[in-house]
């Protein structure tokens, strides 16, 4: 079983950037497909976008395309989110979470804690 942590939320102001961490143990990163999520207050959780155990990106959410991208780092376990020109409807807690494929019914298997960002107009 994997356990995810992420970090790296906090405050920035509209139009600044934010990078947010995602380390996983129990297994390595490589072997897994790993999305990012968010939700905000009162509202249902929502996928950003998705990154495959091949490589290759997916994006859920349109309104994140341009603006959020993710990285990998295997020899820290690591996957990264940049999050650059950050608007206010940004505002919510990130998730960082794994299955076996970005693709596919039913929910995500393995979540982390969460992280707040918050945008500030």
């Known amino acids: 079983q994997m356990q995810l942590v992420e970090s790296g939320g906090g405050l920035v102001q509209s139009g600044g950037s934010l990078t947010l961490s995602c380390v996983a143990s129990?297994?390595?990163?490589?072997?897994?497909?790993i999305g990012w999520f968010r939700q905000a207050p009162g509202k249902e959780r929502e996928g950003l976008l998705c990154v495959g155990s091949s490589g290759g990106a997916l994006y859920y959410k349109d309104s994140v395309r341009g603006r959020f991208t993710i990285s990998r780092d295997n020899s820290k376990n690591t996957m990264y989110l940049q999050m650059n020109n950050l608007k206010p409807e940004d505002t919510a807690v990130y998730y960082c979470?794994?299955?076996?494929?970005?693709?596919?019914?039913?929910?995500?298997?393995?979540w982390g804690q969460g992280t707040q960002v918050t945008v500030a107009s």
């Open positions: 129990g297994t390595y990163i490589e072997h897994y497909a």
């Open positions: 979470a794994a299955r076996g494929t970005c693709i596919g019914k039913g929910d995500f298997d393995s």
